[in-house]
C-alpha cells in the first residue's frame, strides 16, 4: 500500500473510510475490504497510519457497486483490479463476456419457447429403438445423446421427478415415451435457463396436468424481466465504469 508522501491516481479532496462507506452505505471494513482486494486503488496514508481516500476512490466504489448487479461480485472483482492494474483491455474482454452470456440466455429463453411450441402433439414417427410389447419409444442412451447430456443427468431428473419413463418388461431397460422425450427437452432448457431441478418439477408437473404450455407462460414473463433486468444493470454498470476510466485519465 502507499504510504504518507505516495501520489494517488487522483489528488484533491481527502475522504476518511467512514466518509466513503457512508456515502454508498457500506461499513468502513467493506471499504477496507475493497482496497485490500484491489477493488479500490492503494490509498495513502497518514503520519499515523490512517487510511485516506480521494474522489477517485468514491468513483471506483460508484463503479464497483454499479457493475455487481450485471456481473456479479466475482466479475464485478475482476474488472476493477483489472483496471486498476492498468490492464484495461482485460477488464473490457470481462465485460464483453457477461454481454456474450446474456445474449445466450436470451436464446436460451427462444429455444424453451420453441420447446414449448412442440408440446402439441406431433406426427407420429418412427422409434429410436425396438421396444418389447408393441409400444414405441427410445432408450436412455440415445436420449441422452440427442440432448447432449450424460445418462447420469436423465437419471437425476427421474429422481427428480422430471421424466417418468417406464420400463422395458423384457430388458428392464428405461423406456422414453414421446411424453418422456418433450418432457426431457423442457427440463433441459429450463435447465439452461438458470432454473433449478426443484423449481423444474412443479412447472412440469402442470404441464402434464393442463395438457400444454399455458402453465409457464408466467414463469417465461418472469424470465424474460429478469433478463431485462440484467440487460439494464450491464448498461448503468457500463455508465459507470466509462466514468471511472475518464477520471483516471
Wanted: aromatic share 4%; glycine share 10%; charged share 25%.
Amino acid at each position: 500500500m502507499r504510504r504518507s508522501g505516495g501520489q494517488n491516481p487522483q489528488t484533491g479532496d481527502r475522504l476518511r473510510p467512514i466518509d466513503l462507506a457512508r456515502g454508498h452505505g457500506l461499513s468502513t471494513q467493506a471499504v477496507r475490504n475493497y482496497e485490500d482486494a484491489g477493488i479500490l486503488p492503494a490509498a495513502d496514508r497518514t503520519a499515523h497510519g490512517y487510511r485516506t481516500y480521494t474522489p477517485l476512490h468514491a468513483r471506483a466504489l460508484g463503479a464497483f457497486l454499479a457493475l455487481v448487479p450485471g456481473h456479479g461480485h466475482r466479475t464485478a472483482s475482476a474488472i476493477m483490479r483489472a483496471v486498476n492494474e492498468g490492464a484495461v483491455d482485460e477488464a473490457l474482454r470481462l465485460v464483453d463476456e457477461s454481454h456474450a452470456r446474456l445474449l445466450e440466455d436470451r436464446q436460451t429463453l427462444q429455444a424453451v419457447r420453441g420447446a414449448l411450441r412442440d408440446l402439441a402433439p406431433a406426427p407420429a414417427s418412427a422409434p429410436d429403438a425396438a421396444v418389447s410389447g408393441g409400444r414405441a419409444g427410445t432408450f436412455i442412451g440415445p436420449l441422452a445423446g440427442k440432448l447432449g447430456v450424460r445418462a447420469a443427468t436423465l437419471r437425476k431428473w427421474e429422481r427428480a421427478g422430471l421424466v417418468r419413463p417406464r420400463r422395458d418388461p423384457l430388458t428392464g431397460y428405461r423406456v422414453y415415451d414421446e411424453a418422456d422425450v418433450r418432457d426431457a427437452r423442457l427440463a433441459h432448457q429450463l435447465r439452461r435457463g438458470g432454473y433449478l431441478l426443484e423449481q423444474i418439477a412443479p412447472l412440469i408437473a402442470r404441464v402434464r396436468a393442463a395438457g400444454g404450455p399455458e402453465p409457464l407462460d408466467a414463469a417465461l414473463c418472469d424470465w424474460r424481466d429478469r433478463l431485462s433486468a440484467r440487460g439494464r444493470a450491464l448498461l448503468a454498470g457500463a455508465a459507470e465504469l466509462e466514468a471511472y476510466l475518464r477520471a483516471r485519465g
